[in-house]
């Protein structure tokens, strides 16, 4: 078969981690008789330096012909000071948008032969951990209504949360789909003490699933106490639906606890199989080009790619199988690294993985 896929670098570490998903897709293409066409797009930064605006029409074109996208990540010092609606971050969002792709999954699980790098001790996560949050990801905050202005002399700035119910039932659909097919329990996150919104998605979560998944059982933890379970004892959830602001946050803390950030991977998707797939940490411009980052995230974003959006399951465990065996063999970049492994930069780390299928 021939897959079209849009590659969206962006910046800082982006081009980096994208060369070695490639590198690794193409192997696979190799072993298992696929064609993976890619073509290039510029989001972020650096289309605001090309085109003056971080999503060119070009780029949303490009998505929406392809198969699927892989993305990098986007910003960096250069555009921070740009005002909300031109920076980096606006292009992600935006294309997000465009493509339709509500449903965030972020399976944030404790790697065999990882558990040194977790910050938790032995005893919390010595039985694995395996969190897939699944994420509202074209609702909320993010894109509610902005303001920024001066009453009464003060300077001020708002932005909205706001769901509404068929937002709330869709994501949640996803989460009882993925639920059916594992523990049967959703825990569902929000903040329904306070926010008039998180009492709407409270409500609208248990209707929905007693409805349509009458065997799933739904269990709601607010948002702060959920960010206290998840260092106190981790293993004590599967499948987890929050909002896209909580989603963004939550996600973070699970990565790290399951190791690293640079290990978690996402998928986003709407109603079609056209999804974008990226590593869930940001661009780093910190260390973009010394080759030291983590590529582990992004190759497991293109495995997620072959089986959620091209139902290549038997490619995907190979990458899967490929990334454990590296890390059985003691290959860490740095973010993972600990005393007695060996410290891998990115580019030798892809080709390890990639010589592993
Ligand atoms: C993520 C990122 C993005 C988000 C930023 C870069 C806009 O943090 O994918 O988690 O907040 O969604
Ligand atoms: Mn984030």
């Not at 986007?74 to 740009?82: P, R």
């Not at 490619?315 to 003691?330: C, F, K, M, P, S």
Request: proline share 4%; glycine share 10%; with cysteine.
């Amino acid at each position: 078969m021939k897959y079209n896929i849009a590659v969206l670098d962006g910046d800082g570490i982006g081009p980096e981690i994208c060369a070695a998903a490639i590198e690794v897709l193409d192997k696979i293409g190799a072993k298992y008789g696929h064609v993976f066409n890619f073509k290039h797009y510029y989001i972020g930064g650096c289309a605001i330096d090309k085109f003056g605006e971080p999503l060119p029409q070009s780029t949303i074109d490009g998505c929406l012909a392809s198969d699927s996208v892989l993305l990098g990540a986007v910003g960096g010092y250069k555009w921070d000071d740009l005002p909300g609606d031109s920076r980096p971050e606006k292009g992600l969002l935006g294309i997000r948008k465009a493509m339709g792709l509500y449903s965030n999954i972020r399976p944030a699980k404790l790697w065999k032969n990882l558990a040194d790098a977790s910050p938790l001790k032995p005893a919390l996560v010595k039985n694995g951990v395996e969190i897939i949050i699944v994420r509202e990801l074209t609702g909320g905050i993010y894109f509610g209504k902005r303001e920024r202005g001066v009453e009464n002399g003060a300077e001020f700035a708002s932005d909205e949360e706001r769901y509404t119910v068929p937002e709330i039932e869709r994501i949640m659909r996803i989460a009882c789909e993925l639920a059916a097919k594992r523990s049967k329990r959703v825990v569902s996150v929000d903040k329904a003490n306070v926010l008039e919104s998180s009492r709407l998605w409270r409500k609208t979560v248990h209707e929905y699933a007693k409805k349509h998944f009458p065997d799933i059982t739904v269990e709601d933890v607010l948002v702060d106490n959920m960010a206290m379970q998840i260092v106190k004892n981790p293993a004590q959830f599967d499948v987890v639906v929050t909002s896209n602001i909580f989603g963004d946050i939550l996600s973070d803390e699970a990565a790290q606890v399951t190791g690293s950030i640079g290990m978690l991977a996402s998928s986003s998707l709407g109603d079609t199989k056209r999804g974008l797939y990226e590593p869930i940490h940001g661009s780093a411009p910190d260390i973009a080009g010394k080759d030291i980052c983590n590529p582990i995230a992004t190759i497991l974003a293109a495995a997620m790619m072959l089986r959620d959006s091209f139902s290549l399951t038997e490619e995907y465990a190979a990458i899967e199988n490929a990334v454990q065996r590296a890390l059985d063999d003691g290959y860490r970049t740095a973010d993972i690294y600990v005393e007695g492994t060996k410290k891998t930069g990115c580019r030798e780390m892809a080709k390890i993985i990639a010589g592993n299928i």
